[in-house]
């Protein structure tokens, strides 16, 4: 099982706090939790992480990526801490990282 370290916090990692309304981007439907609360952040390694936080309801998805020309591009993903495959994410999880990317490079 891949894992990758944790956020590097106090190191002068930079942190995102962002709230996303699943909702209002078209994903009201069951299955999916209606709004989630993601962080972005940088771990030791210089990886990009973002951390979708549904509540007890759902699972959390953690996804491991990179920056390559203003765009977040995944290269692992967790649910519930357990790896799983990228072509796997729900289309809500791809959202996420969406609106983590246009937060980040302020679009």
Do not use: C
């Not at 706090?17 to 962080?39: F, K, N, Q």
Request: glycine content about 10%; cysteine-free.
């Amino acid at each position: 099982m891949a894992q990758s370290e944790r956020p590097a916090h106090g190191s002068g990692a930079q942190t995102i706090e962002i709230s996303v309304d699943l909702v209002a981007h078209g994903h009201d439907r069951d299955g999916v939790p209606r709004r989630v609360d993601v962080l972005v952040s940088t771990d030791a390694n210089g990886t990009l992480q973002v951390e979708a936080r549904t509540g007890e309801q759902f699972d959390d998805y953690r996804i491991d990526a990179r920056v390559k020309l203003r765009n977040i591009e995944p290269r692992r993903a967790f649910r519930g801490g357990v790896g799983v495959d990228l072509d796997e994410l729900p289309a809500w999880v791809e959202t996420i990282v969406d609106r983590a990317e246009a937060r980040v490079f302020g679009e």
